[in-house]
């Protein structure tokens, strides 16, 4: 059972499809995730949140129960897109939900304060999607992006982002990183 850690949906169900081939963000990580948020000083209620490679949508999710202004949630499973979508319509929350690859162009009208990425482990997805993202023009200035890998998996960050920190936990490891300034990659 996945259920969201804290905010206006605690305890609330998060439902997901029969047999997903997704592994959800650990309640652990979550919380650990957010709090190093808070701990930054990042004010939620502002941020518009894009989770990629959404899967459950457990991180969108998650940043909107706790005052995300909105989320946008982008995966290639339909069906699971289906399930979020009603979860989240039903739950009044401002939200859009995408079905692309986020190795190509994402197309949406946002700027987005926050971004998390989850890619399936060890398929070497994240690189792409961070040079997609690069190209697509849609983070805010000062973006913060927050990756999750497998705590033995080697992320490749391309120049035009900056590590500031990482962390693991259990099988998990999460990186926080935002997009350089100009002459610092």
């Keep these: 059972m996945l259920r969201v850690v804290a905010g206006s949906l605690k305890n609330k169900l998060i439902p997901v499809i029969k047999n997903a081939e997704f592994r959800p963000s650990t309640t652990k990580a979550r919380q650990a995730i957010f709090s190093i948020i808070y701990s930054m000083g990042i004010d939620l209620e502002e941020a518009n949140v894009l989770d990629m490679f959404c899967g459950s949508g457990s991180l969108g999710i998650e940043a909107l129960s706790?005052?995300?202004?909105?989320?946008?949630?982008?995966?290639?499973?339909?069906?699971?897109?289906?399930?979020?979508?009603?979860?989240?319509?039903?739950?009044?929350?401002?939200?859009?939900?995408?079905?692309?690859?986020?190795?190509?162009?994402?197309?949406?009208?946002?700027?987005?304060?926050?971004?998390?990425?989850?890619?399936?482990?060890?398929?070497?997805?994240?690189?792409?999607?961070?040079?997609?993202?690069?190209?697509?023009k849609i983070l805010a200035e000062n973006s913060l992006l927050i990756i999750e890998t497998a705590y033995n998996e080697e992320l490749k960050i391309p120049d035009a982002y900056l590590k500031i920190d990482e962390r693991r936990y259990s099988k998990n490891k999460i990186t926080f990183v935002r997009r350089a300034l100009y002459g610092q990659s």
């Design 66 to 136: 706790r005052g995300a202004k909105f989320a946008s949630f982008i995966d290639i499973n339909a069906a699971q897109l289906t399930l979020l979508k009603k979860f989240l319509d039903e739950a009044k929350l401002s939200f859009e939900v995408l079905n692309q690859d986020v190795r190509n162009q994402i197309y949406t009208n946002k700027k987005y304060d926050i971004v998390f990425m989850d890619a399936p482990y060890y398929q070497d997805l994240n690189f792409d999607a961070l040079v997609n993202l690069d190209k697509s």
